[in-house]
């Protein structure tokens, strides 16, 4: 049992819950344009035919996840999963564990050491560069769908010479835009049907204003203006029916309801799917980092079941499921799992779990592999011109 002072799982969760309530009454009465995209848009003709997705947590333990008292959190990775998988149990951070730098880290196969929060993009090449300069692939090809706030756009290409925004991805974060709907629906005044509208405009208000959704610091930003008006206009299709339906609440939820959106609209060969419930974690609640475990096992597992019966993705796709990194250990200087930035094993150490197409047989591989590793053997996956990166090629996923 731990002990949480001043109860900050009721504060966050009264926070979310009154904020989502307010956005549904108010989203209720507002017709967002329905797209008439059919089909999965145009893709550049190289490549292997093969897709990728992959799907990274925020920073989970070990003792959390794939240890013998950790496997009660993910019932899906371990029941469901685990035994049709290719699965590294030890998959090793060793650079900044710090998110953008971690991230940066496992799409560029280099150790990343910019700006914490995204202000620098990564200094070599993502994937999505080299897959879209090296196969002439559409942009409509490569997306990033996160939920993690220490993210921004400038994930999704990088400062290369000779590469850059021109080959970067599609970068989307449906929280941020959910509240940027919320924003917009206010200043338009476009709802109707609600007997305490300016109450609950009040309400939003004061809580956009305060950034305070979910107690994390959201606010408004441009990333909407950023997109094509098409795939705008789809992700805020999906966001409003998220927020209609009244249900998941989960940060997360909306992530997986989005990508799920553009993998049917779009049919990405490249998508990187970024879950972060398991932050909550920087709060001090364990309960509600073991929460965000469990939704993220089972919105995994939900990745896996939607590729295998979207004829997109069925037979010719390879899901990685991975953290970014661990937690620190109990008992550590940094306050254990609420950080990640102890340089020990704990917060080091994580594993990787490879399905679908690439794996030729089911097995554990007990060989440490890096995080940088996987960059140059996705890339090979997908047909790209070989990279230079750090990593080396896993050579049991086959190309
Ligand atoms: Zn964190």
New binding site residues.
Partial sequence: MRVISGNPEATIDRSKREFLRAAMALLAGLGLPKTSLAGGGRHGAGGSGQRVVMVVF??VRRAETFSPQGLVNIPHLSGDLLPQSLFYRDARNEGVTA?FNAISSILTGNWQRVDDWGKLAPTTPTLFEQFRKGLGAAQSDTWVVASNK?LTNLIGASSAADYGPPYGANVVFPKQLMVAAVANALRAGRSRNMADREKIEAELQSMLEAGNYEGLGWSVFDAAERLDPRVRATIEEAITSFVRSGGPTSGDELTFLVSREVMRKFSPRLLVVIFSDV?VA?FGSYAMHVGGIRTGDRLSYQMWQEIQTNPEYKGRTTMVVMPEFGRDPDGSTTNGFFN?RGDTESTRGTWMMALGAAVEKPQIVERPIRHVDLCATLGDLLGCPPMDTQGARLKELRG
């Fill in positions: 925020g920073g998110h220490a932050e920087h990640h």
